[in-house]
């Protein structure tokens, strides 16, 4: 169980990015040890892929489920979870103390920017990984806008349009 | 602080498809309630970026501190994580009733949630922009895209790299 606990500790606190790059780090640590097959691994990402909840959390929580029950689960999310939190910490005491700084601020527009081209490159692969119909661009259309109408509706639209989309779907496959 | 708590715990349940899908809501929500200025958002998402961890709980972790200390933090990255862990428990007491449901439908219908989702994200970044056109943004944007999606470099050196760029551009163009 500790080894469990240092090695999802370890995974976390030197992988930079997340969720996606944090798994292939993962599935090597893994099958090294010997605690699990890729094809294993797959499964379980294929679960942490579609439930909401960051990635990394996910697979961890499943991962330790799966070898160890739920004391396994609670070790590994826990590891997972504390590098960053203190390191975020850290980070943020530091950074307060230069945020007035101009090249400081010049940095952080540098990082908007990559941060709006990356946002773009994800939009592009999450339209592109699905099969769009004229209900479905109908829906986004209006999901959209009532979302910037006000921002509060987010949760109810999110859950109905998903909702109007299964039913749409479900309905036509009924009828062929 | 419960408002603040209560955000978080709402993205939760919509943290479908990876951390950026959610960023622009954390980002329209923490602006109209007064918990960031669009200044301390930006030092937030590097933030997170400079550091390991997901970055939407990075993000709630930052934001619970700089409001409301270490507290604040711990707060808010429990109840971020909440909901995806309420989830799954549901998930696996109803999966004989989930299973009748057609799987593949779901997905798909999740999917088009997300992409709701990543466009308000999209939206989102984009105002800053709309507000103030500058052409330095537009080029580090377009090489920042053109490496994630054409290259396999990890995004968190591409963003971490941004900034120096940015230093440079933004100092002396």
């Known amino acids: ?176 | 602080m419960i408002k603040m708590l209560l955000i978080f715990f709402k993205i939760g349940f919509l943290s479908f498809g990876g951390g950026w899908t959610t960023v622009g809501l954390i980002r329209e929500d923490l602006i109209s309630n007064g918990y960031m200025t669009l200044d301390i958002f930006s030092n937030a998402i590097s933030i997170s970026q400079m550091t390991p961890g997901p970055i939407a709980i990075n993000l709630a972790t930052y934001v619970g501190y700089i409001n409301f200390g270490f507290w604040g933090a711990l707060l808010n990255t429990i109840f971020f994580l909440i909901p995806p862990i309420l989830i799954l428990y549901f998930f696996r007491l109803l999966q004989n009733n989930i299973l009748k449901m057609n799987r593949n439908i779901l997905m798909n219908s999740l999917k088009l949630g997300t992409a709701i989702l990543i466009s308000m994200t999209l939206i989102s970044f984009l105002k800053p922009l709309f507000k103030e056109f500058d052409y330095r943004v537009v080029l580090i944007a377009l090489t920042s895209y053109f490496l994630f999606n054409k290259t396999k470099i990890n995004p968190a050196y591409t963003i971490l790299l941004s900034g120096f760029v940015g230093i440079i551009l933004f100092n002396f163009l």
């Open chain 1, 1 to 176: 169980m500790f080894e469990l606990f240092f090695s999802f500790f370890k995974i976390s606190a030197m992988t930079l990015g997340g969720g996606y790059a944090m798994v292939p780090v993962m599935i090597k640590f893994l099958e090294k040890k010997g605690w699990m097959s890729e094809k294993e691994f797959m499964e379980i990402l294929t679960i942490a892929q579609s439930l909401p909840g960051p990635i990394a959390f996910n697979t961890s929580r499943l991962v330790g489920e799966k070898l160890k029950g739920t004391k396994g689960a609670i070790v590994c999310s826990v590891a997972v979870i504390i590098p960053p939190f203190f390191v975020i910490i850290f980070a943020s005491y530091l950074f307060n103390k230069f945020s007035q700084n101009i090249y400081v601020k010049y940095y952080l527009k540098g990082i908007y920017a990559a941060a709006l081209g990356l946002i773009f490159g994800i939009v592009i692969k999450i339209f592109k990984n699905q099969k769009w119909n004229f209900l479905k661009i109908i829906l986004l259309i209006i999901g959209v806008l009532s979302i910037l109408f006000n921002n509060n509706f987010v949760l109810p639209v999110f859950v109905l349009m998903v909702v109007l989309n299964y039913i749409y779907e479900n309905g036509r496959v009924k009828n062929d």
